[in-house]
Structure formats: C-alpha cells, structure tokens
C-alpha cells in the first residue's frame, strides 16, 4: 500500500504532487539499481530516458515490459510525468490499469 493510496490511478500522474511523490521514492532499496540504470543512460545524451515508477516492482519485479521507444507521455518535455509508469495520462497506460491487474509489489 502506498502512503497516499489514491495515487495508485489511471492517469494520476498528471498530477504534479504525484510526480513528487514518486520522485522522493526513487532512492528505495527496490529501485535504486534501476535509478541508476536510467541515469547512466541519460548520460549518454542520446535522447530522454524517463525513470521507472517507484511504485511498481523495481529488483523484485516479477514481469518485465520492454517497448521500443517509451511514449510521449514519459517526457517531461512533452508535458508527460518523467516516469514509466501504468499510471501515466496516455491512452496506453489507462489501458493497463483497467486490464486484469498485475499486482504491484
């Protein structure tokens, strides 16, 4: 459970208080690894390289996602959240919160 439950919804990361809240998780035991995986990347300056949402398995994940290039609501830049994350305000990410749930860790 999340400290503040609510923010476990479609599309709640159009929320700038959930994007901070997130942004405060990124040095849990769980996700650091992936913190710094997304980093390193960033590094290269080959282009945006959101972070993994906090909320989601991180080390202990027990399914993996891969997609080509991450949409458009991943970029800040766009006006998207900085993160990969089900809870993003694409049309994509609305549709993983309403399939079966694949329960967060």
Do not use: W
Not at 62 to 77: C, I, N, Q, W
């Amino acid at each position: 459970m999340t400290d503040h439950e609510d923010d476990d919804h479609a599309r709640s990361m159009r929320d700038e208080a959930v994007r901070q809240r997130r942004r405060a998780k990124l040095s849990e035991p769980h996700i650091t690894r992936l913190t710094a995986y997304a980093a390193k990347l960033r590094g290269f300056g080959k282009g945006e390289v959101p972070d993994f949402d906090p909320l989601d398995g991180g080390d202990n994940a027990r399914a993996l996602f891969l997609f080509e290039k991450p949409g458009p609501k991943t970029s800040e830049a766009q006006g998207g959240s900085g993160f990969i994350s089900r809870n993003n305000i694409s049309k994509l990410s609305v549709s993983h919160c309403l399939r079966p749930p694949i329960h967060r860790l």
